[in-house]
C-alpha cells in the first residue's frame, strides 16, 4: 500500500485525515519505517543547511525540465451528478447497485435476517427421508380395516373400496420388483396415491392429516422468510442510498478508488465494519476532555466556506502534556479516540447536500514541532494517519502546512515520490517569515486567528467584518483614513505582520476653523510587541475623518491589515 511506504519521519506526526488514493484494505503488516536521526544536538549544529532550505521554501518549485510547479493548485470536483462523466455517472449507479445488494444481504454487519439455513433444509430434508423409511417399513396394517369398521354403515361400503385399492396397489407393485429397494419406494408411491384418491371423497385419518399440514406449513414458513427487510446503515449521520447525499458520500469512495467501482465497495464494506468494531456512534457521546482543545481546533472557514481545522503540534514541547498524552499505549488509544472523536463531530457539521461544503482545510503548524525525534508521538500519529486515510476519504479540500522546519526538506524529498499528482496539487509550504500571506491566500484575515497573523479574536469585531488589506512599501509612509459625517464612537483595529514600523492616529475635522486632534502620537511598534493588534477608538461630535499613519522605515514591504465601524451617539 502506498500508505505504508510512505511513512517517514515527520509524515507519521502530522495527524491529518487524509486522502491519498491507496490499494483496498487487505491484512497486512506494517513496517516500521527506518528510523530518523535523534541526535537534535548535531540538527541544530547546521545554520547553513538552514540557511538553503529557507532559501528553497521562498523560491518557486521546478521540475526536472525547470517548469514552476503549482503548489495548492488543486480545484475541487463537482459533487453534482449531472456534472459528472459519462463513465463516472456509469461507476457511481454501479456502486449504488452493489450497496443495495449488500443492504438485501446484510452484508455491512448488520443483524442477520432469521431466514431457513442451507444445515436447516438439509436437516429438514433427512427428516422427511425418515418419514419415509419408517412408512416403508411398515407394511398395510389390519387396523386400517378395522378402523374403517368401526365407522358408521354408511361408510362402510367407502372404506372396503380404499383397503381393497391400496392391497391391491401393493401386490402389483410388489410383483414388479426386483430388489426391498424398489419394492419400498414404490410401496410408498402407492400408498400416498391411495390416500389423495381417497382423501377427495371421504375424510382423511389424523395421522395423514397432521402429515399434510405440517408440510403446508413447513412451506408456507419458507416462503414467509425469505421476505426480509434491506439493512439500513448510516455513516456520518447520512443513512446509505436514502436521498441524493448518500451520492456526494458514494462519490468520494470511488474518487480515493479513482472510479473503480469494486475496489471503492471493498473500501466503503471496510470503513462501515471497522466504525462498528470502533463503536463511533458511541464515542461521539462520549466525554473525553478537553486536554488537546489546543492542539487541534476548528476555527473560521476559508474563502470557499470550507472549515479550517488547526493542527499545533508546537503543543506537545509542554513535557506535561506530552507526558499525558503519549507516556504509555493506554494514552495513545485515548489520543487516537479523542482524535476520531473530533474528526467525527465535526465532519456531521458538513453539508452533504450536491454543491454543498462536504470537505475541510487543515492548517497544520509546524512550529516548535517536537520532530522525528518523539518515537512515541511518532507511533500514536502514524496509527492515527493509517486510520483516518483509510476511513475518511476526500475529506480535505487542502492541506497547508506552516512555519516548516528547515528539517523538512529532507523529509518532503523523501515523501514526495510516493504521493499521487493529485494529493501533491493539494499541498501548500510555508516558512516562517510566509505563513501569513499564505494563509491569506486562502483564508481572509478577519477568519485567521491573531497568532497567525490574522484579526480573529473575541473582540468588538466579528468575523462577518471585513478587513481590508495593503501594502506598504518599504522607506515609505501610508495613511488610512474613515470618514465621520455625524457625531459618533469609532472603533478600529490596525496591525501590520512582522511590525518594525511606526503609528499614529488623528482626528481631522471638516470645519475650517477646527484643528486635528491626536489620538495617538506616533510610536514605534516593535517586532517583538505584545500587542500584535492595536485596538483603539474615539467619539467624534462633528464630521470629519480619523486618519492612521504608518511608516515602514524598513527595506522590506509589510502587510498592513486594519478595518473600523462606528456607533451613533447622542451629544449633552
Known amino acids: 500500500m502506498a500508505d505504508q511506504t510512505r511513512n517517514p519521519a515527520y ?68 459533487t453534482r451528478v449531472v456534472d459528472l462523466l459519462d463513465n463516472e455517472k456509469k461507476a457511481l449507479q454501479q456502486l449504488k ?71 391391491d396397489k401393493v401386490a402389483t407393485a410388489a410383483a414388479g420388483s426386483n430388489t426391498v429397494e424398489d419394492d419400498g ?101 462520549q466525554d473525553l476532555g478537553d486536554n488537546l ?54 465532519i456531521r457539521k458538513l453539508d452533504f447536500r450536491p454543491g454543498g461544503i462536504c470537505t475541510i482545510v487543515q492548517v497544520n503548524d509546524l512550529k516548535n514541532s517536537p520532530g522525528p525525534a518523539r518515537w512515541e508521538l511518532r507511533q500514536a500519529t502514524k496509527q492515527a494517519l493509517h486510520l483516518l486515510q483509510d476511513n475518511y476519504p476526500e475529506f480535505v479540500a487542502r492541506q497547508v502546512f506552516i512555519n516548516v522546519p528547515w528539517w523538512y526538506l529532507a523529509v518532503n524529498k523523501m515523501i514526495n515520490p510516493f504521493l499521487t499528482q493529485r494529493t501533491k496539487s493539494k499541498f501548500v509550504f510555508a516558512g516562517l517569515s510566509k505563513s501569513a500571506d499564505t494563509l491569506f491566500r486562502y483564508i481572509t484575515a478577519e477568519q485567521v486567528p491573531v497568532k497567525y497573523g490574522g484579526l480573529s479574536k473575541d ?46 492616529a488623528e482626528f481631522v475635522p471638516s470645519g475650517e476653523n477646527s484643528y486635528a486632534v491626536i489620538i495617538q502620537k506616533a510610536r514605534k511598534v516593535a517586532a517583538s510587541t505584545e500587542e500584535p493588534v492595536v485596538c483603539d477608538n474615539f467619539k467624534v461630535g462633528e464630521a470629519g475623518k480619523v486618519v492612521l499613519t504608518i511608516h515602514n522605515p524598513s527595506s522590506k514591504k509589510k502587510k498592513l491589515l486594519y478595518r473600523f465601524k462606528s456607533h451613533p451617539t447622542t451629544s449633552h
Open 185 to 285: 419406494a414404490k410401496t410408498v408411491e402407492a400408498i400416498e396415491e391411495s390416500i389423495v384418491s381417497v382423501s377427495s371423497s371421504a375424510q382423511p385419518a389424523a395421522e395423514t392429516e397432521a402429515y399434510v399440514v405440517s408440510e403446508d406449513e413447513r412451506k408456507g414458513g419458507k416462503a414467509e422468510d425469505k421476505v426480509v427487510p434491506p439493512e439500513e446503515i448510516s455513516i456520518w449521520g447520512v443513512p446509505l442510498l436514502a436521498d441524493e447525499r448518500s451520492d456526494v458520500i458514494l462519490l468520494k469512495f470511488l474518487r480515493a478508488r479513482d472510479f473503480k467501482v469494486k475496489e471503492a465497495f471493498v473500501m466503503l464494506k471496510s470503513t462501515i465494519l471497522w466504525r462498528k468494531e470502533f463503536g463511533i456512534d458511541e464515542l461521539v457521546e
Open 459 to 504: 473582540s468588538e469585531f466579528a468575523t462577518t467584518e471585513t478587513v481590508t488589506e495593503i501594502t506598504v512599501k518599504s522607506a515609505a509612509k501610508h495613511t488610512v483614513e474613515f470618514p465621520v459625517t455625524e457625531a459618533c464612537l469609532v472603533r478600529w483595529e490596525v496591525r501590520v505582520i512582522g511590525w518594525g514600523v511606526s503609528y499614529g
Open 11 to 78: 509524515v507519521d506526526q502530522v495527524v491529518l485525515a487524509h486522502d491519498v488514493p491507496q490499494q483496498p484494505p487487505a491484512a497486512a503488516v506494517v513496517k516500521e519505517p527506518p528510523q530518523a536521526e535523534t541526535d537534535e544536538e548535531s540538527v541544530n549544529q547546521k545554520p547553513v543547511e538552514k540557511a538553503l532550505v529557507e532559501e528553497y521554501l521562498s523560491k518557486p518549485k521546478c521540475d526536472n525540465q525547470g517548469n514552476v510547479l503549482q503548489s495548492g493548485s488543486f480545484k475541487e470536483e463537482s
Open 293 to 346: 482543545n489546543k492542539v487541534v481546533f476548528m476555527h473560521g472557514f476559508d474563502k470557499e466556506g470550507h472549515p479550517v481545522c488547526y493542527n499545533v503540534f508546537g503543543e506537545f514541547r509542554n513535557k506535561e502534556l506530552y507526558q499525558k498524552t503519549f507516556s504509555d499505549e493506554e494514552k495513545w488509544q485515548n489520543f487516537l479516540r479523542w482524535r476520531i472523536q473530533f474528526l467525527e463531530k465535526s
Open 97 to 167: 447497485q452493489l450497496v443495495q445488494e449488500a443492504l438485501n444481504k446484510h452484508e455491512f454487519g448488520g443483524q442477520q435476517p432469521e431466514a431457513p439455513k442451507e444445515d436447516d433444509e438439509k436437516k429438514s430434508a433427512k427428516e422427511e427421508a425418515k418419514d419415509e423409511a419408517v412408512i416403508d417399513d411398515e407394511p398395510p396394517k389390519p387396523e386400517t380395516v378395522a378402523e374403517t369398521n368401526d365407522a358408521p354403515a354408511k361408510e362402510d361400503s367407502i372404506n372396503l373400496v380404499e383397503t381393497e385399492v391400496i392391497e
